[in-house]
């Protein structure tokens, strides 16, 4: 099967898309100055924050709040938020900070400018092998991980799977996340098609440990062949080769490379490898790899910021976002105004002044009034300074000699002389 992005419905995904283009949100969310976007998804888009006194750049993951309107949708972005709180790992995105105002939540994520693995695989075709065993060591790290403490990811793929600056991996996208308790099984169906494992399509109740080892081994496999697995498209065809475990080997590729492969992608659950088989294979053994350190800047949201984060449904513009200290590019000005008041309660709907100031800087032709200019503080006391202001009359001060000291007249004096 052709390696391509899992998308459900292409005319669905393309609305999707254009809506989030067009979110309604400031440049500027508490301490963080909101940048170009990186990219959009289904329900978010991601946007560069920077921190305005560390200047310190991070990932702002942007969400409507009218794209979770159900209990449900509510409960799965809580639990999303509460499990990537609990995570500081190396080869995992960390979580920063937590923001929202009227309109959206903000998420303060670990920057990964690498991008991700689909496009690292589109661009190489595929990858070398001592790649390969340097990623899937860091892959069956973070895994481990979030494995010992119970939490199952459920929705690998190469899309959420990042590369930091230097390369190293970074999973995300912890939105199907599950705690597990006490090794329980569990019969929600979740995942990407290509991706989910064969007791996830039968329906039955699973293990999600072990059904993450086989999404992990549909990424490895795509990384050695720059293709998928799979050769149907139908999704009924498609589900039968999963079921049945009908993959096509790898070529060219070496004898330890295939057999890591073939453990992992077993269609019986019991003979499926394990993280520990995996490290312990001799694919892995052959070249020693240095763990990544952790940032020097430790992710830390306290449990007390989450849970008042989630128990304010709704709060004022003033206690996280000021709004009329927001600056709004020149453009989208009228979009921000129209879609305001849609969106936002006429109760709490904030004053924009930029709205006047589009129009003073198109009427009196300031310097910085562009297309593309965004408005600064600075802007606004300059257009204020030369800017026509009607005089004010002042009264006549009225002085008035003092008697205290008077001086002596010319003559007087020189005739003393």
């Given at each position: ?37 990186l ?108 494995h ?13 799977i ?15 996340a ?35 080892m ?6 490895l ?45 077993s269609v ?34 306290s ?29 989208n ?14 109760s ?14 198109s ?20 257009l ?9 009359k ?24």
């Open positions: 099967m052709k390696f391509f992005r899992n998308n459900y419905n292409h005319r669905s995904s393309k609305k999707v898309v254009h809506f989030m283009e067009n979110i309604v949100c400031p440049l500027k969310i508490g301490p963080y100055k909101l940048s170009h976007t990219g959009h998804g289904a329900f978010a888009t991601v946007k560069i924050a920077i921190h305005t006194f560390t200047l310190r750049e991070y990932a702002c993951k942007i969400i409507p709040k009218q794209r979770i309107t159900t209990d449900k949708g509510r409960i799965l972005f809580e639990r999303e938020i509460r499990i990537t709180q609990q995570i500081n790992h190396p080869n995992i995105v960390g979580l920063y900070d937590l923001l929202q105002d009227s309109l959206n939540y903000y998420v303060i994520l670990e920057l990964c400018p690498g991008g991700d693995m689909f496009q690292l695989i589109v661009q190489e075709k595929k990858l070398n092998e001592n790649l390969i065993r340097y990623y899937l060591f860091q892959l069956i790290d973070g895994l481990k991980y979030l010992d403490r119970n939490i199952s990811h459920r929705d690998l793929k190469p899309e959420n990042m590369l930091d600056k230097d390369k190293n991996i970074k999973i995300t996208d912890f939105g199907f599950k705690l597990i308790k006490n090794e329980s099984l569990t019969e929600t169906s979740c995942g990407s098609p290509c991706y989910v494992s064969p007791e996830v399509i039968c329906g039955k109740k699973y293990n999600p440990k072990i059904s993450d086989w999404s992990l081994c549909v990424i496999y795509a990384m050695a062949s720059g293709q998928l697995p799979w050769t149907k498209i139908n999704k009924t065809q498609l589900f039968h080769e999963i079921r049945n475990g009908l993959y096509q080997p790898l070529k060219s590729s070496s004898p330890e490379l295939a057999q890591v492969v073939h453990g992992l992608m019986s659950t019991e003979k499926r490898w394990n993280e520990m088989d995996v490290l312990n294979s001799n694919f892995l053994k052959k070249v020693s790899i240095i763990r990544p350190v952790l940032s020097v800047e430790v992710p830390f949201v449990v007390k910021k989450l849970d008042r984060f989630f128990e304010t449904d709704k709060i004022d513009y003033n206690t996280v976002t000021q709004y009329n200290d927001v600056f709004i590019s020149s453009t000005l009228t979009t921000f105004n129209k879609t305001a008041k849609h969106l936002m309660p006429s709490n709907q904030p004053t924009c002044r930029n709205m006047s100031l589009k129009n003073c800087l009427q009196y032709q300031h310097p910085n009034a562009t297309a593309s200019a965004e408005i600064t503080k600075a802007d606004i006391e300059l204020i300074q030369s800017c026509p202001l009607p005089r004010v002042k009264k006549q001060r009225i002085v008035r000699p003092t008697t205290k000291y008077r001086p002596k007249p010319i003559l007087n004096r020189v005739k003393l002389l």
